[in-house]
């Protein structure tokens, strides 16, 4: 299977092609940036594409990002998946950032739980606790840094994400120690593809993923009323 996918979700721009037969990368270009995802991101996909000299129409699947994340920049991610897949007729797929990020921790098969987190400001992050086999513990939501930081209670957690640094720093002090702290200011793109691989298109939408409403929305004339976001 050959998988694009496509992550704009935080501060990275990527993409990458994946062949699941080969199990090995194609091609992958990851540009940091907080701002201009929409400039960059077709360039990035089309010199992806390019280097390996693969066709969109060659393509199984395209893997998104969905969220949480930049409102705006999941949003060009998915616009750009979207586009890809109607035009080469080719399923699209989303899955959570939470999951990008606890991912290859899971596959590691290592015996500490997983907290993937990312930054929701205001003193909030959007987290997910995970066992090592990737069962949940505490399902996707966002919460007070001072409510995540309950999950010490599971003991030497791996923290990840972007906000792992700042839960790392608040972490309570009579609470065991986290097994490590993996600070990564977005997921890695080839671990997006390989879950992208592995879920069912029927109940992975390629849609936003939103825990809270966002900061700043488009008119509701513009915004397809399956994807309004919940208050939740």
Not at 84 to 94: D, E, F, T, Y
Not at 127 to 142: A, E, F, N, T
Not at 177 to 185: L, T
Request: hydrophobic share 45%; net charge negative; glycine share 6%.
């Amino acid at each position: 299977m050959i998988i694009l996918a496509i992550d704009t979700a935080l501060d990275a721009c990527s993409a990458a092609l994946l062949d699941t037969s080969a199990g090995t990368t194609i091609a992958l270009e990851s540009q940091p940036m907080q701002r201009g995802h929409a400039e960059a991101l077709m360039p990035l996909i089309a010199r992806v594409m390019k280097a390996p000299s693969v066709a969109f129409t060659a393509l199984d699947r395209i893997a998104v990002t969905t969220g949480p994340g930049s409102f705006t920049g999941l949003r060009v991610g998915l616009s750009a998946a979207r586009g890809i897949g109607l035009a080469a007729a080719k399923p699209v797929v989303g899955l959570t950032t939470l999951a990008a990020y606890a991912a290859p921790v899971v596959a590691e098969n290592g015996e500490h739980p997983i907290l993937s987190a990312i930054d929701a400001r205001h003193d909030h992050v959007y987290y997910q606790v995970v066992s090592g086999d990737g069962s949940p513990l505490i399902k996707p939501k966002v919460a007070p840094i001072a409510e995540a930081l309950e999950a010490a209670q599971f003991g030497a957690l791996h923290l990840v994400g972007n906000a792992a640094s700042i839960l790392a720093e608040r972490w309570p002090a009579d609470a065991t120690a986290p097994s490590k702290v993996d600070q990564q200011p977005a997921p890695d793109i080839t671990w997006v593809a390989w879950i992208g691989a592995a879920v069912d298109p029927e109940t992975a939408p390629a849609r936003p993923y939103y825990l809270r409403a966002p900061d700043a929305k488009p008119p509701k004339d513009q915004l397809p009323r399956s994807e309004q976001p919940s208050a939740s």
